[in-house]
Structure formats: C-alpha cells, structure tokens
C-alpha cells in the first residue's frame, strides 16, 4: 500500500504525540518532523529515527549540536502530500502562505482561529464532511472533549441547551516558563467563555454557554457539564449511550482526581501517560427534569492525538467512513 506522506511542523507537546500516532498506523507515515532548536526533544526525536528538518537560518546549529538535520522547513513541506501543523497558538496562521504555495494540504490545531481553515474537525461530528478537503483545524482539548458527549446526546435524545464550567489546567507539565503559580484565575474574566462558540464550529445547531477558570495543575482540565434534553430519559439511558462511544471512558474503582487518572494512564503503559479518551465519572451522571450532569476529565496533551490521525484520512481519502476509520486510530494506539 502506498502511504500518504505526512510532515508534523511543531514538534512540542502535541506535535510529538500526532508524529508517534501516524507512525503507529498503516496507511500514513512520517517523512520529517521540525524543531526550531536542537534541544532535547530534538536528540530524542533523531533517536526515535524521525527525519529532521529546521529553519534553514538555523541548520548551522544542528550541525554544531551534533543532530543531524534533513533540510529546511521549506524542504520538508514539498515532500508531504498533508502537513500536521503543531506550532504554537497564533504561529500556524503563518505558515499558510507556505503551504499553499507548495501545493499540501494542511491541518491546523485548536489554537487556531476557525476560519483560517475555514472547517473544524471532531471525528464523531463530522467526518464525512472532511473528505478530500484540503485545509483544516482540528478543534482544541476542550472543544474535542465537548463534541464527544454532546454529539451522541443530541442524535439520541435531543440537546435543548448546555451549559459547561471548565476548570482548566494552567499549563503543561513541561511549561516551565507558567509556573509557578498559587491562584485560581477566571479566564477571561468577561462571561462568557470562548470554549461554548468554538463548539459550535462543529456543532452550530446546538445552544452552548461556557465559564471557563485556570487552576494551579498541570495535569488535566476538568468540565462539569450540563445539558438540557428534549426526551425524558435516566442516568442509565445516559451510560448507555456514552458506554457505546470508543473514546469516552468511565473511571471508577476509587479514581477520585485527575492526579489517579493520570496514575492510572501510567499503570497501563499508555505511552507519555496518554489519555485520548473523555474520562467520565459514570456516578456523577445525573438526570433531574430533563437536565444532565455530570463530570469529565480531559488530558489536554493526548485527546486530540487520535483525532488529527482521523482529520488525515478523510482529507486524504483513505478511508470513507468515520466509524471505521476510527477503529483503525484506536487499535493502532491501542485504545
Ligand atoms: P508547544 O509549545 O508544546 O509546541 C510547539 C512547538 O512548535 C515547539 O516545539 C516550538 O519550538 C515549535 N515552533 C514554534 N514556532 C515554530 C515555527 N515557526 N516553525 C516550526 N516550529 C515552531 O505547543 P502545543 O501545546 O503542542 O500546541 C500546539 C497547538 O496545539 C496549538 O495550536 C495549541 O493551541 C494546540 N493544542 C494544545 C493543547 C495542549 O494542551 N498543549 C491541546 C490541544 C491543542
């Protein structure tokens, strides 16, 4: 089979994750991956055997650091047939021009307006619609870990409105330059959130309001969500339907945080302590007068992995139908 030739442009924290993903399943692989620096993540990257490519005013550096370097950035986009682009927040926009004139398709991430791409991604919502297309976002940790529980709810039961309170975590666990920090901090403080909107970016039928507040962990977000239903229903009819989504995930058997969500992630040698699922605590979901409750963690470094290894099939056409190009993400992570 011929694999569609990916390039990752970021290597940081979710740029590492969508490389090692690709290279995990059987249709796509990796023809290079950037690093600005020669930095430790570039050692290990070289380590793992992934070709790298770097600003070409900074090729020089790698020579001197002893990290062999394939070319420059430029180089490695014209190799691709899709670029993952896992810059930070606000730098992939600049990365357009580049792309464009070099004929790839691209993939930005949540940190991204939507309209640079002009289509955001969630794998349950809305795969089909992703087919060949050329450019776009894959919604961020938060906006990913809404679109999973909203999307089932409302094709089973109807959603009238949600209403969601983000504790978010103030930075990931290697962002030195956050920390450290003893406060809780409402962000934005003007009501409300961005998070409701962006949802909408996928799922623009649906009635959404958000409150959002960074709190001193690194470790993961936590949501508690509420959703107004159009059918009666009961907690069970609930489970059920959040049972039948491969990536959502009930924690139990004394799980009472995120720090033993991540302990566990451990415990079963997920690579990195991923966790791509929604994690939901089945005894938090409550239904009273048509209103649902209930809590989710999300791992802000990994649940958008799977879904960017999807994003690449449909626009690369590898595969017509989400159900089953979802199952072919899982079983190559290993979910
Ligand atoms: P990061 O800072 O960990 O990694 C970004 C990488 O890009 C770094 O290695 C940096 O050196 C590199 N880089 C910077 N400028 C570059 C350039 N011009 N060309 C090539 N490489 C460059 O950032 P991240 O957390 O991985 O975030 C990447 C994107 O993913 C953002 O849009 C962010 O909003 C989104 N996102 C982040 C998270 C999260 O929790 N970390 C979750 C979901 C989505």
Redesign the pocket.
Same mark, same amino acid.
């Given at each position: 089979m011929v694999k569609a030739k990916i390039a990752v442009? $970021?290597?940081? &924290?979710? $740029?590492k994750r969508v490389a090692d993903a690709v290279k995990a399943q059987k249709d796509m692989e990796i023809i290079g991956i950037?690093? &600005?620096k020669p930095n430790y #993540?570039a050692a290990v990257a070289h380590q793992l055997g992934y070709d790298i490519y770097a600003p070409a005013a900074n090729l020089g550096a790698f020579e001197k650091a002893g990290i062999p370097a394939a070319g420059s950035?430029e180089e490695m986009v014209e190799k691709a047939d899709l670029v993952v682009d896992? &810059?930070? !927040?606000g =730098? $992939?926009e600049e990365n357009k021009a580049l792309y464009q004139k070099a004929g790839v398709k691209a993939i930005w @991430? !949540? !940190? #991204?307006e939507h309209e640079l791409a002009g289509f955001s991604f969630n794998a349950v919502c809305n795969y089909e619609k992703a087919l060949g297309l050329d450019l776009v976002r894959v919604v961020?940790?938060n906006t990913t870990g809404l679109c999973r529980v909203i999307y089932p709810v409302d094709r089973e039961l109807g959603v009238k409105k949600v209403r969601v309170t983000l504790a978010r975590r103030a930075a990931?666990p290697n962002d030195v330059k956050k920390g450290p920090i003893n406060a809780i901090v409402p962000d934005p403080i003007k009501l409300p959130s961005h998070h409701g909107p962006d949802v909408q970016s996928v799922l623009p039928q649906i009635k959404i309001t958000s409150a959002a507040m960074k709190i001193p962990t690194t470790l993961m977000h936590l949501h508690t969500v509420n959703m107004e239903l159009n059918t009666d229903c009961t907690a069970e009819d609930i489970k059920e339907i959040f049972a039948s989504q491969s990536r959502i995930h009930f924690v139990g058997q004394g799980i009472s945080s995120t720090a033993e969500i991540m302990e566990y992630a451990r415990d079963i040698q997920r690579p990195r302590n991923d966790m791509w699922e929604n994690c939901i605590w089945p005894e938090s979901i409550t239904v009273q007068e048509n209103e649902l409750y209930f809590f989710q963690a999300i791992h @802000?470094?990994s649940i =958008?992995v799977p879904e960017n290894v999807d994003a690449i099939r449909a626009m690369m056409e590898l595969e017509s139908d989400g159900a089953k190009s979802i199952k072919k993400t899982n079983k190559a992570l290993g979910l």
């Open positions: 442009n $970021g290597y940081g &924290t979710i $740029g950037s690093k &600005t #993540e950035i896992c &810059t930070p !927040g =730098v $992939g @991430q !949540g !940190g #991204e961020s940790c990931d @802000q470094e =958008v």
